[in-house]
């Protein structure tokens, strides 16, 4: 039952990354990358 | 290396392999020092940049020791070696000369030093001061770590995390890479002061001036907590459990719950060395004046808070919108405490019909401090200045 879950999971981390990527590939503007203060 | 990046994330996966090819402290200490002073490299650009970041490690960890050993005592050293640092902030910054991470690095020495002085810590060693000083996943932004709770976690047997450890981990990159790498910006782009500005016949005016109204807020809650989600995520892969630094930070209802949502681990640290240290030396000064001192205390600690993002009007209002909001709440909460029955007040703060427009409030205050944060007055006016036109018009 955990093995099937955790497939479950990785499936869905898989569409998850896939659909980040895809979003990315077809070109997201540059991200800002912390405007505020970072020192 | 920027956390978000291709190479940031490929260094990462370098080091969790390597971590987790041995199972012992020490290695893993190694291991950490390692792709610390790697990933350092790529940060510290001029030789003064080196210069000020090992001298400040090696000074810190030496006058830890010193207070440790009972070579140095006292809460003056302390002071003295703070001030120091908080000197060398305001110079490099003053002169375009700031080490990135150089902030973050600040915090954890005065809090080591502080409860290292006052015996509340482990005795520093070399090698964990170094890696929890340094850690390449919370240099640039935190969360800020404990070195008691570091060193406990450091010093365990790090086995490795187990699949749904793993997984729960992967998920949670995954999500902060889709806060900063598509929704932050995205955010970014269509809720600047041009959404309002550039186009205020256009339809939907004031659905326009609500995006811009909230936008920095949610541009700042994305790219800050989905920053903190990759990093946590990442420690989590190492097998390292970082503190949590947003907690839904958009359901406060006061700005005291704001504070314990929102940059939590710098809210602490806020609380813990500025707010109670500068309380309790005026209520041991003057005893009697417990609730005017509390009001002061919220004013100044909320004051540095915001002059420590820069020495500029914005930081200073975005602190002192923080510090009143705070400093109001606190007299708010007492005079309930003192009109109302415990049970009623408990009815009160657990009443629906006020926590929604009391969290609709705090929000509301929150996002104009953001704005006062981000923007240039001018820019603040001039879309005030087309507001008004509208409701005129």
């Known amino acids: 039952m955990s093995a099937v879950r955790n497939l479950l999971r990785l499936l869905w981390l898989a569409c998850k990354v896939a659909l980040l990527l895809a979003v990315l590939w077809h070109g997201v503007q540059a991200p800002p990358h912390f405007v505020y203060q970072q020192f | 290396m920027s956390v978000g990046s291709w190479e940031f994330f490929a260094f990462a996966a370098l080091v969790i392999v390597l971590y987790h090819l041995y199972n012992g402290p020490r290695y893993h200490l190694w291991v950490l020092a390692l792709a610390n002073v790697l990933f350092l490299a790529t940060w510290l650009e001029t030789p003064q940049e080196t210069w000020l970041a090992v001298g400040t490690i090696v000074a810190g960890y030496a006058v830890g020791r010193l207070l440790q050993d009972g070579r140095l005592r006292g809460r003056v050293v302390v002071a003295v070696y703070a001030a120091a640092l908080l000197g060398i902030f305001v110079y490099t910054h003053r002169y375009g000369l700031a080490l990135v991470g150089y902030s973050y690095l600040m915090f954890k020495q005065i809090h080591a030093l502080i409860d290292a002085e006052a015996g509340r810590l482990p005795t520093l060693r070399p090698l964990a001061w170094f890696d929890y000083t340094c850690g390449f996943y919370v240099w640039l932004s935190g969360p800020i770590q404990r070195y008691g709770d570091f060193v406990a976690q450091a010093d365990r047997d790090g086995r490795p995390p187990d699949t749904g450890q793993v997984l729960a981990a992967l998920d949670r990159v995954v999500n902060g890479c889709f806060k900063v790498l598509l929704v932050a910006p995205w955010i970014a782009a269509h809720t600047g002061p041009a959404v309002v500005l550039e186009a205020p016949a256009a339809p939907y005016f004031w659905g326009r001036v609500a995006a811009f109204a909230f936008g920095y807020y949610a541009f700042l809650y994305l790219d800050f907590g989905g920053y903190c989600d990759i990093v946590i995520g990442l420690a989590a892969l190492l097998g390292l459990q970082l503190p949590e630094n947003f907690r839904r930070p958009w359901l406060a209802r006061n700005m005291l719950d704001f504070w314990q949502r929102w940059h939590v681990t710098l809210s602490l640290w806020l609380r813990d060395y500025v707010f109670n240290a500068l309380y309790l030396a005026l209520l041991r000064g003057i005893p009697r004046g417990g609730a005017v001192w509390a009001v002061l205390a919220y004013l100044v600690t909320f004051d540095v808070a915001g002059l420590w993002h820069g020495l500029t009007w914005n930081f200073i209002g975005f602190g002192l919108m923080h510090g009143v909001g705070t400093a109001a709440n606190q ?57 008004r036109l509208q409701v005129g018009g």
Do not use: D, E
């Open chain 2, 331 to 387: 007299v708010g909460r007492m005079a309930l405490k003192r009109w109302l029955s415990p049970a009623a007040l408990a009815r009160y703060q657990g009443h629906h019909a006020l926590r929604v427009p009391a969290t609709v409030l705090c929000q509301s205050y929150v996002a104009l401090s953001m704005l006062i944060f981000a923007y240039p007055p001018h820019t603040l006016l001039a879309v005030w200045n087309v507001a």
